[in-house]
């Protein structure tokens, strides 16, 4: 027998506007409220709307034998309330079906693990407080930002006391010879079960499927169907994890990827042997074929699945640490408008816009970016936040505290200057 377990990742960041240092000290309006409604109306009508109803005309199909899980930052359910509430109507009536499961992961989508424990536990109780009160559901299976997992990260989790199991990237060089179509217990963490996203199968539908040049264009639902056939006696779960706005806007309606969706179920289904499962019904399932060992962060991300499309250069080593450094102080001063425009800036996606990896090919790095360059993303994201250093003074002024250093401006310009291909905008 082959479970399949699908789980999409629902996320929209907060984008900032292209702040200039002119706007230092006389504009607190961070965010690009109009780039932020075009780009989420303009994905819910191409792909969260679409594909709810295709996943919930799949569950009444199939009778619920057609099962799903997502993961739903918080920052995309708070635009979902703002601009396109119809989206946040239609995931409601998914949850009623009792064949959808919701993760838990950080409210701000954060990177906050690496670098302040306790902001992250803040931002995931926040998360799991949303899911309660939007979807009626306490989530019993954890996912991090961006898939980044490491054993410690395991042990914390743990700790929390909520969760059966977490999900992580099947990274070559962590498994070797071993399959991501098992469950696996993480070192350090023996009470909690580890499901490996099956990046192969995954990404054939996230990044392949209209790929004219790839060898198996097209992808019909028979040629899946066997692909996924072939597991069986050969694994317990096939993870099929990907973001959800692969159908209908990095995979356009015209390529079929809606009709692929909605005949693969019946094809799974039509070998006796296979199933379908959220992440928490798979871990009830299957018990974990051994301990797996990962000293070392992994993510989903690029060939080498570590921390460098986020963390990978001297802008966004800079803008992280400046941001959890300032953090720290600004969660003190209890200013709820202050430690939300701050949060909103944990998001991982501002620091993935400073990535210089393969810049000029024209990546996935550029995909839903506004800026034209790193260095624009990291210029408008300094200056914010040496604005949010201006706010949190003058805070910490009216409680009669005394200034931390913190709040000394950062030297944008020396960080640019060891960044490499910088000197377009530094002249």
Known sequence: MVSICFYFQVHQPFRLKKYSIFDIGHNSN???????AEVMRKVAQKCYLPTNKVLLDLIRQHQGKFRVSFSISGVVLDQFTLFAPEVLHSFRELAKTGCVEFLDETYYHSLSYLYDKEEFKEQVLLHRQKIKDLFGQEPKVFRNTELVFNNEL???VQGMGFYKAIVAEGADHILGW???NFLYTPKTADNMKLLLKNYKLSDDIAFRFSNKGWAEHPLTVEKYGRWVNAANGNGNVINLFMDYETFGEHQWEDT???????????????H?????VTVSEAAEKYNPVSELDMHNFISWADIERDLSAWLGNPMQDSAARELFALGRMIRETGDEKLIDDWRKLTTSDHLYYMCTKWFSDGDVHKYFNPYDTPYEGFIAFMNVLNDLKIRAKEVMQSQGRVESPILAQTPISRVLSEAPGSSMVLK
Do not use: Q
């Not at 961070?30 to 932020?36: G, I, L, P, R, V």
């Not at 079929?256 to 039509?270: K, N, Q, Y």
């Open 178 to 180: 071993r399959s991501p």
């Open 272 to 276: 006796p042997d296979n199933d379908f």
């Open 30 to 36: 961070y965010f690009d409220d109009n780039k932020n």
């Open 256 to 270: 079929g990827i809606f009709d692929f969706l909605r005949h693969l179920p019946s094809e799974i289904l039509r």
């Open 154 to 156: 395991a042990n914390f």
